[in-house]
């Protein structure tokens, strides 16, 4: 099993820009697709970006042209560094990594886009 730790959340102003980190816990985390998913008051979790082991990679379409997801294998790690941010963009951010049927939850971090 792998536990996921995010963090690189926050409250930021409009426009503004953060970076998100996700760390995995044990090795093979090359093996692993990852993805960022966020959850606003009310709505359902919805997938933001997702990356393959190959590095390709795969954008809800409101965050097109101002997130960019990327991995570093040798660091374990997963990122999501969000530009241009807009209020709508609020919510908590939560990273999955899948292998095979298995998939894991981090617990989350809150992004806080004010106007």
């Known amino acids: 099993q792998v536990q996921l730790v995010e963090s690189g959340g926050g409250l930021v102003q409009a426009g503004g820009s953060l970076r998100l980190s996700c760390a995995a816990s044990?090795?093979?985390?090359?093996?692993?697709?990852m993805a960022w998913y966020r959850q606003a008051p009310g709505k359902q979790r919805e997938l933001v970006a997702n990356i393959t082991v190959t590095g390709n990679t795969n954008y809800e379409d409101s965050v097109k042209g101002r997130f960019t997801i990327s991995r570093d294998n040798a660091k374990n790690a997963v990122y999501l560094q969000m530009n241009s941010l807009k209020p709508e963009d609020t919510a908590v951010y939560y990273c999955?990594?899948?292998?095979?049927?298995?998939?894991?939850w981090g617990q989350g971090t809150q992004v806080t886009v004010s106007s």
């Open positions: 999955r990594g899948t292998i095979g049927r298995n998939t894991y």
């Open positions: 044990r090795s093979y985390f090359s093996l692993y697709t």
